[in-house]
């Protein structure tokens, strides 16, 4: 009894240790992951928030004497690109050693699913020309649609009744605030008014963003050791050149060029600062709110992530109703609620899931 006991515990003392998952995630008291915990909330709504208001307004916006419009919204993708790029490789000097990790995915392996994380926010953001901003955070919202038909249509996978429930939520929620009619003072506020075309940009958003993260996920199962910031590092770089190429080298090749223009965006904020100040903010924002992002994934897991991030995209929408000035009708915030009732709904069932998968090991 003796020898096993010490088998399982101190070979000096006998004290059996506690294995891993009897720890709490991160460690510490209560006290002190219910702090850290709010510190991940706060920072990633104020972040993400803040940052879907500067979006707005550059889309929204007319600057200048001559009430000029910032057109060239791809070129925020390129300065996010560039901020997120100096943030990781300084947060890699900073914290592991000055080096990315031995045994990380090399650089190379991003250059492919760089160009789908190039094109996705792209047309993200491209979308504010056509639709409102809560029109764009619903229709993102709804991931999950286009991951169920990939999943059902391709592998022939089976979803449940609840799971079906979800989808018919978050799809009758974003269909039924498409439909309904916008207000003419949030329309004279679009540059240029196509809810087809911005809705199907978003769509296609989710296709290349759900590419991107389902072959991150392969690059991280390959190289166990890379770490969020190697990943951060090697898509912003790629992303970096591509953007680079598209908006700087393509516009001195082609005189017809039908992209956005980097010298035409550079000349803009250099003829009114203001705009130039709200895309670094703009940048910023992104940078820091990947931190709390990295922080709450290895402290609460990636549940906990998912919950404060849907959560957040409620109170944009929020946000963006009170201080723009056009808040939603009666029928649209009913469309929202459907919206954000499936996602809490598919929330409970990953929780559910992951309770159950603990209790049988």
Aim: hydrophobic share 45%.
């Amino acid at each position: 009894m003796a020898a096993a006991r010490r088998g399982r515990g101190d070979s000096a003392n006998g004290v059996v240790r506690p294995r891993p998952r009897d720890r709490g995630v991160g460690g510490g008291s209560m006290a002190g992951r219910v702090a850290v915990l709010a510190f991940c909330v706060a920072g990633i709504w104020s972040a993400y928030i803040y940052q879907g208001v500067l979006q707005e307004t550059l889309s929204t916006k007319r600057f200048g004497p001559d009430a000029r419009r910032f057109e060239h919204l791809a070129f925020l993708n390129f300065a996010q690109n560039v901020i997120c790029f100096v943030w990781s490789f300084i947060m890699i000097k900073l914290w592991s050693g000055g080096s990315s990790s031995n045994g990380s995915a090399p650089i190379w392996k991003y250059w492919g699913v760089s160009v789908t994380n190039t094109i996705g926010p792209t047309m993200g953001i491209e979308a504010l020309k056509y639709i409102s901003y809560p029109a764009q955070v619903l229709a993102k919202s709804s991931k999950m649609i286009p991951v169920m038909l990939m999943g059902t249509l391709l592998y022939g996978v089976k979803y449940t009744l609840p799971e079906y429930l979800c989808t018919f939520l978050v799809a009758g929620g974003v269909s039924s605030f498409a439909l309904l009619k916008t207000s003419s003072k949030t329309i004279k506020k679009l540059a240029n008014p196509n809810a087809p075309l911005g809705y199907t940009l978003c769509f296609l958003n989710l296709a290349f963003d759900g590419y991107t993260n389902s072959t991150q996920d392969l690059i991280k199962s390959r190289y166990p050791k890379t770490n969020p910031w190697d990943i951060m590092l090697g898509m912003n770089l790629w992303g970096t050149i591509y953007n680079a190429v598209i908006m700087f080298v393509a516009p001195l090749l082609f005189s017809n060029w039908p992209y956005a223009n980097g010298f035409e965006a550079l000349r803009f904020c250099q003829e009114n600062p203001e705009v130039a100040w709200d895309i670094f903010l703009f940048c910023l924002c992104g940078a820091v709110g990947q931190n709390f992002i990295f922080l709450t994934i290895s402290r609460f897991g990636s549940l906990t992530n998912t919950t404060i991030t849907t959560t957040r995209k409620f109170m944009s929408i929020v946000v963006s109703s009170v201080i723009s000035g056009n808040p939603l009708s009666l029928k649209q915030w009913g469309s929202v609620v459907m919206v954000f009732l499936g996602l809490s709904i598919q929330i409970y069932l990953k929780w559910k899931r992951k309770k159950g998968r603990e209790h049988k090991e």
